[in-house]
């Protein structure tokens, strides 16, 4: 079991947890190492800082034994004088090394974050099947910001505090061996709570983030599907739904915190026990004339001094826990290897020229699932294949084997003689234009969602793209006609008008191969006519493949292939099909009967 997995509390979970801790916080500190130079300077300003505290309890011990009548009334003006030079220094290095640390900090979470949005963009689209686009986001926002705080905050606090405990150990050992070795047994005692609360709180602390990711995926879900939620009047449902899981996060949160939080009081007890220790026995040593009266002052101040830092530590466990459950969520995914990859001798696509060839092919979605069995098929150049069956039958699947967002598990599929398998992916992928099933389109202005295809398409390519696909009239309609910015990937337009500015959207790409699915069957028959000749322009000498329920729409294809469950059960064109009297002719006699059903009333 993983320490991801696991649930609170067990011993296995415990040992594990401890171990990916602090391996994930090993690796999330090389970000900040990148940064050697930087750190380095930081870190001797920090010394620089302690050493300035370490003198100050120091200074005070001098002023002590010159008050007792070791001194003159020019020393204390000398020791003040001191006080203000050393005053001066902490700031100053204290600034200096908290001003680097978060420039530091900040880049590194520029390039995580980077990576990570980088990386994902990378994986193949299985990957995104099974997770969540909620969870995704969570990752990207929730995970980089604890580990956002832990770099800005953490690090810095952590770091200072180890820099001044040792430096002012130093100092002490210098000053009184024994008194230091009263000091570290108060120290002991800390570092024992601390383990032991770092075993209680941090599976907590994964089960929280987990908690939170699940709760981002819920509402990203439900938000998107706001209108069906309303239509079916399940808002009780679903904040109830909402309400359960956030109180999930919050109890398993406020548990961590519990646990992590009484870090703190211990820290404070121990502190006044060391005080205390002191105290007793160093004013035993006074007594008896083995250290002076200053020595013992400066002792109890060096020793409050480290049990400032010391808690400061305690207080950024819960941080640097919760710091260590995000980065390994983050690193999950940037560990997650495409499983669609290149070939390490994988060859540029040459420009295609449609010579399609699926020969025995099976693919499944999920092992043991098999969803296309046995496709043989061949497309010459310039041919317009059709596709067509049931819903569910495996049509879009065709086209995402052809596109290579899945690969085979037997059989071959071969563009102009080369194995799709074997070629770059991008340097295939660029030449195919596809329209999809659902239109997509990003949050930006009409001519960018069309410029997203080829970015170096010019505004007059990218208007004659939209007057071929019929989308002119209605863009031109909009308030700001092409630079209409389009809200929520197109909210403000209707289905078919963002099918049309999709289909422009492919023309502009001067695609090698086309491949629409479904691709007008949110327009009605009059604009898909209108649409089908800019379409006949754009298919003109590239393969197409077009997947339609309308069967009008490929009637004209060179072939039809007719998917069932998974296999070609009919081939050939409209007329050979309706001839055979088979799966096709009921399908399209089927739909004529609705058609005129539907004009004349009559069943
Ligand atoms: N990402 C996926 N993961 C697992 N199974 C999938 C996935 N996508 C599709 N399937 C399954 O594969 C089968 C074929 O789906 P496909 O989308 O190819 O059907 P289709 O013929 O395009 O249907 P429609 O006409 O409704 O679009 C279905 O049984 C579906 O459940
Ligand atoms: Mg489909």
């Known amino acids: 079991m993983t320490a991801l997995t696991a649930k609170p509390g067990s011993e296995d979970d415990t040992e594990n947890l401890s171990c990916s801790m602090n391996q994930t916080l090993r690796r999330l500190l090389t970000y900040l190492t990148r940064y050697r130079f930087r750190l380095f300077l930081s870190v001797l300003f920090m010394i620089g800082f302690s050493v300035a505290m370490g003198i100050l309890p120091a200074l005070m011990g001098l002023a002590t034994d010159v008050i007792a009548g070791k001194g003159s009334p020019d020393d204390l003006t000398r020791i003040l004088l001191f006080f203000m030079i050393d005053a001066t220094a902490l700031w100053v290095c204290g600034h200096l090394a908290q001003h680097l640390l978060s420039l530091i900090s900040q880049e590194a979470l520029f390039t995580l974050r980077t990576e990570l949005f980088t990386h994902i963009q990378s994986l193949s ?241 999920v092992p043991g699932r098999t969803v296309l069995k046995n496709n043989t098929f061949h497309a010459l ?58 239109p997509f389109l990003f949050s930006s202005t009409v001519l960018d969602n069309l410029r997203y295809a080829r970015s170096d398409a010019t505004d007059e390519e990218c208007i004659a793209a939209a007057k071929q696909a019929g989308a002119y009239e209605f863009i031109m309609a909009q308030p700001h006609g092409f630079e209409t910015y389009l809200n929520d990937g197109g909210s403000n337009l209707s289905q078919g008008q963002r099918q049309m500015l999709t289909i422009a959207r492919a023309m502009v790409s001067e695609p090698h191969l086309l491949i629409l699915d479904e691709a007008t069957s949110n327009v009605d028959t009059r604009t898909e006519k209108l649409i089908q000749s800019g ?34 059960v009919e081939r050939g064109t409209h007329d050979d099909l309706m001839a055979a009297k088979g799966f096709y002719y009921s399908l399209y006699v089927s739909q004529f009967r609705g058609k005129l059903s539907a004009i004349t009333g009559f069943v």
């Open 125 to 365: 689209l299985s990957f995104f099947d099974r997770q969540p686009i909620g969870e995704l986001m969570s990752r990207v926002s929730n995970d980089t910001d604890v580990i956002d705080q832990f770099f800005s905050n953490g690090i810095q606090q952590v770091l200072q505090s180890v820099t001044t405990i040792i430096v002012l150990t130093l100092v002490m050992l210098i000053i009184n061996p024994v008194l230091t070795l009263l000091v570290y047994l108060a120290v002991f005692g800390m570092l024992a709570i601390s383990s032991t609360i770092a075993r209680i709180s941090g599976p907590a602390f994964e089960h929280m983030q987990e908690g939170l990711g699940e709760l981002n995926g819920f509402a990203e879900e439900r938000l998107a599907g706001q209108k069906v939620t309303i239509a079916y009047n399940q808002q009780e449902s679903t904040s109830k739904g909402f309400t359960k899981l956030s109180q999930q996060v919050a109890w398993t949160g406020g548990r961590a915190q519990f646990v992590a939080l009484t870090s703190m009081p211990a820290a404070t007890i121990m502190s006044n026990l060391q005080m205390i220790l002191l105290l007793v026995v160093g004013g035993a040593m006074v007594m008896e004339g083995d250290i002076q009266l200053g020595e013992l002052v400066a002792f109890l101040g060096l020793s409050s001094c480290i049990s400032s830092p010391l808690s400061q530590i305690f207080s950024e466990y819960a941080l640097i826990i919760n710091a260590s459950a995000g980065a390994s969520r983050v690193f999950r995914i940037l560990d997650e290897q495409p499983v669609v990859a290149d070939l390490p001798d994988a060859v540029t696509m040459p420009a295609i020229k449609g010579d399609v060839i699926f020969d025995a092919v099976d693919f499944s979605y």
């Open 381 to 438: 150049p310039g041919n317009i294949f059709g596709l067509c069956g049931p819903t569910g039958a495996g049509k879009s699947t065709i086209i995402n084997i052809l596109t290579r967002y899945y690969d085979i598990q037997s059989g071959s599929i071969t563009i102009d003689g080369v194995r799709i398998d074997e070629v770059v992916q991008d340097s295939l992928r660029i030449q195919i234009a596809q329209v999809l099933q659902e």
């Open 535 to 568: 379409l006949l322009n754009l298919q003109q000498g590239k393969t197409s493949f077009i997947i339609a329920h309308r069967l009008s729409t490929i009637r004209h294809a060179d072939c039809i292939l007719v998917i069932n469950q998974g296999e070609i």
